[in-house]
């Protein structure tokens, strides 16, 4: 009877120890912390870096501050608030882009609201040798009137073509009034890929050769993808190229894209993957997102990057994408699954960005800057091999379930080398 209790003790032991494993599921098991806790900027929506350790903030206003994330050390670099209109919620200094060869040239290019008339201004600057660039030194590359003040888009961009590209917006108002979603003669709508390499006052930029509706009558020939609400960020993926646009929503879906040359995304034929305010619509030549969510998760997209930080491993080559409203964050693979919600946080994603290797952080409306707690798990960030593959085990894991498992097997073990001992004590004892 003894030794039965003694059993049943080693086995509750046993499979206490089963229970405390750690749970093998494949949810990144990521975190989101406040990246410098003692930095405030105004109104920021987006982050950059210009091929060094520098953080570029954009505040909303019209200034950019420069940022070196060792010291947290801040100052102004350009402030252009004497030319930017920041009267409505969606406008502003929007957009920031250091040319490919910034090192040598000094330029850097921005996205600007301005005001009478109503209109985004692309425009570059030019910083002295490792210095700041003076605001005088302005050459607007482009300027598009706007009808509304809201849908401006604002997400400028270079690819890894060296061609910069620029997210423009339907023009406002709702539901795309005047069709400039579905018009290719107007660059509202659009996404543009222009070739600013050789700028100059006379010839602002180049359309190049290879562009899809440069033979397309009726056309503009800057427009390299179209059928867009409002794409609220867009990037390219540092590994593979592939262009990742999130486009702001009306009243119901919110959108992932991969844009690819010429495509026609839909809008105002459609909103996400349903025929806009119609049961039926033709939705022939449309590019359909990848991934869409209704406003019971939020209300505006804002679009991110596919991870190749250090930071969080299990993210690596996930997008990463927020809506502004909910805090909700996701991603979603190029493979085309699910989206998965990684965190959900109490504070305005304006924003994604990422600095010279690669490293996420969150953009906060508020003011802050968020980033990816560090995972315990991953290899030393100053160690030459960083890469970790999504795929792969987690080694710590595998090696406490591993320990637990011992333990649990010299409990059981022990429990029934004392039950034996009691046992042959008792035959003992009881030998006259
Ligand atoms: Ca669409």
Same mark, same amino acid.
């Given at each position: ?38 930095? /405030? ?56 882009? /250091? ?224 809506? /502004? ?102 035959? /003992?004892?009881?030998?006259?």
């Amino acid at each position: 009877m003894r030794l039965l209790a003694a059993f049943a003790l080693a086995a509750f032991a046993a499979i206490a120890v089963i229970a405390a494993s750690p749970n093998q599921t494949d949810d990144p098991a990521v975190s989101i912390e406040l990246a410098f806790p003692n930095l /405030f900027f105004d109104q920021p929506v987006f982050l950059t870096h210009a091929g060094g350790d520098t953080l570029y903030v954009v505040e909303q206003r019209g200034a950019i501050q420069a940022m070196d994330p060792g010291t947290g050390h801040v100052e102004e670099y350009l402030n252009i608030t004497d030319r930017v209109n920041h009267g409505g919620s969606e406008e502003g200094l929007l957009g920031l882009a /250091f040319a490919p060869g910034f090192a040598d040239s000094g330029h850097l290019f921005v996205y600007y609201s301005a005001a009478l008339p109503r209109r985004s201004v692309i425009a570059r600057f030019t910083a002295s040798a490792g210095g700041r660039p003076a605001p005088s030194t302005e050459m607007v590359v482009l300027e598009v009137e706007q009808p509304f003040r809201n849908h401006n888009g604002g997400m400028i961009a270079f690819g890894p073509d060296g061609m910069l590209y620029v997210g423009l917006g339907d023009g406002g108002s709702g539901g795309d009034p005047k069709g400039n979603g579905q018009n290719r003669s107007t660059l509202l709508g659009s996404i543009l890929r222009i070739d600013v390499s050789a700028s100059t006052t006379g010839e602002p930029y180049r359309v190049p050769a290879d562009n899809p509706f440069v033979s397309t009558p009726g056309a503009r020939p800057e427009i390299w993808a179209y059928g867009l609400r409002n794409p609220w960020r867009f990037s390219f993926d540092s590994e593979s190229g592939a262009l990742w646009l999130a486009d702001v929503g009306q009243n119901a879906l919110e959108e992932i894209n991969v844009v690819v040359r010429g495509a026609n995304y839909g809008w105002n034929t459609m909103e996400g993957r349903h025929c806009f305010e119609r049961p039926k619509c033709d939705q022939s030549g449309l590019t359909l997102p990848v991934a869409q969510y209704t406003h019971d998760f939020g209300c505006s997209v804002t679009g991110g990057y596919e991870y190749h930080g250090a930071r969080a491993p299990s993210l690596e080559g996930a997008y990463v994408y927020a809506d /502004f409203c909910s805090g909700r964050v996701w991603t979603v693979r190029a493979d085309m699954a699910e989206p998965i919600q990684i965190a959900q946080e109490d504070f305005r994603v304006s924003s994604f960005g990422v600095d010279v290797n690669d490293e996420l952080y969150l953009v906060s409306l508020n003011g802050r800057l968020f980033r990816f707690a560090a995972d315990p798990d991953a290899p030393d960030p100053t160690a030459t091999a960083l890469v970790t593959p999504a795929s792969t085990p987690r080694v710590s894991d595998d090696g406490a379930a591993i320990t637990l498992w011992v333990i649990g097997l010299i409990v059981v073990l022990a429990i029934g080398v004392l039950c034996l001992a009691l046992r042959l004590s008792f035959l /003992f004892e009881s030998v006259p």
